[in-house]
């Protein structure tokens, strides 16, 4: 776990440092780095994860302002020598005191470039994964501007953060829903079912080995090959195993339906895989 920004990253953060500010001014009260950056290090396709927090909800113009300009700090995974972003804004004020599922104001990645080359800009929306990211915030997030996450946000109640792992869950219910995500999807579900399993939150290769030792033969093909596309060491061919992807997805659904947190969710708790 590092409580520093990585150097690769650094001049990239600070674009985009830069352009979070221009737009938002006085109106900026915190930015943390979080995700892959800062637990266990950043692999070939890993994104740029930044949480910023704000005082007052954005107008319209602004919104689609700094959104349009954070296109020129983000690029597709490896594309080039930019990584790409996924920037989630908060109004403080609406996470503070705690409610569920939380609204989020703002959300920006890769997934959005054509949408806002063409001018449109999603709007403001009830997230409930912000119960899922704000843990990891407070438990390993970087402060890059303003105060401390720990003490800026309240810890999200156990029974909250369980109910938003479900909830992610139960999004993914047949093939469409997961068609072009494959492999995001395939680790998701082995870190969710790690979470739940055992408290902790750990990175994606880390849960994806925990839940290899605990999947059936059948479906470990496909968890083994997300992780090695993951890291770099394979070619991420699941587009075209449809049926193998399906597969897996609804065994490792019925079983995280199954579960319910063992103990309190925490930063410390690792799979055995992990030697990081």
Do not use: C
């Not at 139960?170 to 068609?179: L, S, V």
């Amino acid at each position: 776990m590092t409580t520093s920004p990585p150097a690769e990253i650094a001049a990239q953060l600070a674009s985009a440092r830069a352009v979070l500010e221009r737009h938002l001014g006085a109106n900026l009260r915190a930015l943390h780095l979080f995700g892959s950056a800062v637990e266990g290090g950043l692999g070939p396709h890993s994104d740029i994860d930044l949480l910023v927090t704000v005082s007052a909800p954005l107008a319209e113009p602004v919104r689609l302002a700094l959104m349009t300009d954070l296109l020129a700090v983000s690029a597709w995974p490896a594309s080039g020598a930019l990584r790409p972003l996924e920037v989630t804004v908060v109004v403080r004020d609406a996470v503070v005191p705690w409610r569920y599922p939380p609204p989020r104001e703002l959300q920006f990645g890769e997934w959005l470039r054509e949408e806002l080359r063409h001018g449109h800009a999603e709007p403001a929306v009830v997230d409930h994964d912000l119960a899922i990211l704000l843990t990891k915030v407070r438990l390993h997030g970087v402060s890059l501007a303003g105060t401390p996450a720990a003490e800026l946000f309240e810890p999200v109640p156990r029974a909250d953060l369980t109910r938003a792992l479900h909830d992610t869950v139960a999004q993914w219910n047949e093939p469409a829903d997961w068609q072009g995500d494959e492999r995001n999807v395939v680790l998701a579900l082995a870190r969710i079912w790690f979470s739940l399993a055992t408290g902790g939150i750990a990175p994606k290769d880390v849960a994806a080995q925990w839940a290899l030792e605990r999947l059936p033969a059948e479906h470990r093909p496909v968890l083994a090959t997300a992780r090695a596309a993951y890291q770099g060491r394979a070619e991420d061919d699941l587009a075209g195993r449809v049926t193998q992807v399906d597969a897996f997805v609804r065994h490792t659904r019925a079983v995280i339906e199954g579960l319910r947190p063992a103990q309190p969710f925490t930063g410390g708790a690792r799979g055995p895989g992990d030697a990081r």
